[in-house]
């Protein structure tokens, strides 16, 4: 599985800003997906998660509220849509897909891995 985000732009505080995955097989639709950030000089974390069926979220507590997910019928694209953005939310954006029906918050739970987008909010 091929994962390709894009989207990722310079936005000012309080804008924003929609990313999309898109998988290269249409198995991703059984798979659980998921968004995780590097912000500069931080470990990579957990962003939001869904299920295979896009029914089933789960978000970090840093996000909730501000930032949706969600993936196309057919299940092969994922969108993270982003609002009130911060210069707090300033990475690099990875989307990651798992073998399995449900990916999780951990890192351990995704296989196939996106290059990431950059985003940058500016203050």
């Known amino acids: 599985v091929q994962l390709q985000a894009s989207g990722g732009v310079l936005v000012q505080s309080g804008g924003s800003l929609r990313l999309s995955c898109a998988s290269s097989?249409?198995?991703?639709?059984?798979?659980?997906m998921g968004w995780f950030r590097r912000a500069p000089g931080k470990e990579r974390e957990f962003v939001v998660a869904v299920d295979w069926n896009g029914i089933r979220t789960t978000y970090a507590d840093s996000v909730k509220g501000r930032f949706t997910i969600s993936r196309d019928r057919a299940g092969s694209t994922v969108y993270l849509q982003m609002n009130d953005l911060r210069p707090e939310d300033t990475a690099v954006y990875y989307c990651?897909?798992?073998?399995?029906?449900?990916?999780?918050?951990?890192?351990?739970?995704?296989?196939?891995w996106g290059s990431g987008a950059l985003v940058t909010v500016s203050s």
């Open positions: 990651a897909a798992s073998r399995t029906s449900v990916g999780g918050t951990s890192e351990r739970g995704y296989q196939y």
């Open positions: 097989r249409r198995t991703s639709s059984n798979n659980g």
